[in-house]
């Protein structure tokens, strides 16, 4: 009788091990008032190492949308605080496309000068940041995420993460630039991008039109230039300034 009693005293302690493994450390709801859309889990922080004070935890963690609408982008902010309620490190969360009901699972680590003992959900994180966009030369198409916004400089307000600007302009090699936007930033920002050189050659005429095609022949009297496929030819009186783009040598 006592070596059966033992036996389901151990089924008993391994399977409470278990559960301990597998218990949840913090849930937190989101937004704080009102009507809750996200239900955040988090499981026991892991020290996975680091140095002096600052370490790095790994968390697994799930996100499940208990609301009746589809979360197309959502960005928050994680904050981290001590037993004393003071905040040692934050992480960053990022759901997109989760639907009624879903739940979003994946491991998440951040960097904390001391041991977690709460968290938050910074409810202002999917707030927009403004920031000014130029480009070398002025004058370009700006596309965000694939949606045209305008030309450049322009101003826009993206939200927390990662962002795609695309660039264009007739005359240019078009261009790409990836944008990351954390919580630490600010608006009234600004970013640059230079389109590089041109990709046909610039003929300004002398009653301010400038065009952008490929020169074809130039003489004493004429200037003929390839533009969208039909040639064009110019009195050589027209032109006052031509702009030859740099060509591949090996190119026809």
């Known amino acids: 009788m006592s070596r059966i009693s033992a036996y389901v005293g151990f089924l008993v302690v391994a399977v409470s091990s278990l559960l301990a493994k597998d218990a949840v450390f913090q849930s937190v709801t989101w937004p704080e008032s009102g009507q809750t859309v996200l239900r955040f889990s988090f499981s026991k922080f892991k020290d996975i190492g680091g140095m002096g004070k600052e370490h790095t935890y790994i968390t697994d963690t799930t996100a499940e949308n208990v609301s009746d609408k589809t ?9 981290v605080f001590d037993k004393s309620k003071a905040r040692i490190g934050e992480g960053y969360i990022s759901l997109k496309n989760v639907g009624p009901g ?21 409810t202002s994180a999917a707030r927009a940041l403004s920031i ?5 030369p002025q004058g370009a198409t700006l596309r965000v995420d694939g949606k045209e916004v305008g030309t450049t400089p ?3 307000d993206v939200a927390i993460g990662k962002h795609l600007l695309e660039f264009s302009k007739e005359g240019f090699n078009s261009g790409k630039f990836p944008l990351e936007m954390s919580s630490r930033d600010a608006s009234g920002g600004n970013v640059s991008y230079e389109l590089g050189t041109a990709a046909h050659d610039t003929i300004e005429l002398r009653d301010g ?8 022949s130039i003489s004493g009297m004429q200037v ?3 533009i969208g496929g039909n040639t064009q030819t110019f009195d050589r009186n027209q032109v ?6 740099e060509r591949d040598p090996m190119s026809n």
């Not at 979360?71 to 904050?79: E, P, R």
């Not at 039109?209 to 074809?216: A, K, M, Q, V």
């Not at 006052?240 to 783009?245: E, V, W």
């Open 154 to 156: 322009k101003i826009i």
């Open 209 to 216: 039109s400038i065009l952008s095609g490929d020169l074809t």
């Open 71 to 79: 979360i197309g982008d959502g960005n928050f902010s994680l904050y």
């Open 224 to 226: 003929q230039v390839r």
């Open 240 to 245: 006052k300034k031509i702009l030859l783009a």
């Open 132 to 136: 000014t966009v130029n480009s070398v």
């Open 102 to 122: 879903q739940t979003v699972k994946f491991q998440l680590t951040l960097s904390a000068s001391g041991t977690p003992a709460s968290l938050a959900i910074d």
